[in-house]
């Protein structure tokens, strides 16, 4: 279990035009923003951990690259991709994705 706190811009109706930070709980199993990967990706804030936890970074663009040299891992990951979108569109959109 990991804490982390997400300041993010204040929502347009907000009064406050500032920004407003998110205190948040991760599970294990559990990750943060993989729509990176899937979608055009928007960066609107930062995220600090509270809590000691393990983090893996990946370059979207590069793995783009190094999955797409790759014919059967690439049609794995459009195949994949598409499915996620398509959770995506129809779900509460939160920054935390459950595995299984």
């Known amino acids: 279990r990991a804490q982390y706190n997400a300041q993010l811009p204040a929502s347009r109706d907000s009064e406050s035009g500032g920004t407003q930070v998110q205190r948040r709980v991760m599970q294990s199993g559990h990750w943060l923003s993989e729509a990176a990967l899937w979608t055009g990706w928007v960066h609107r804030g930062e995220l600090r951990t509270l809590s000691e936890c393990f983090f893996l970074g990946l370059e979207a663009a590069k793995f783009a690259r190094v999955i797409s040299s790759h014919k059967s891992a690439h049609a794995f990951a459009a195949g994949y991709?598409?499915?996620?979108?398509?959770?995506?569109?129809?779900?509460?959109?939160?920054?935390?994705?459950e595995t299984g």
């Open 81 to 97: 991709a598409r499915k996620f979108v398509e959770g995506l569109n129809r779900s509460i959109q939160s920054d935390i994705t």
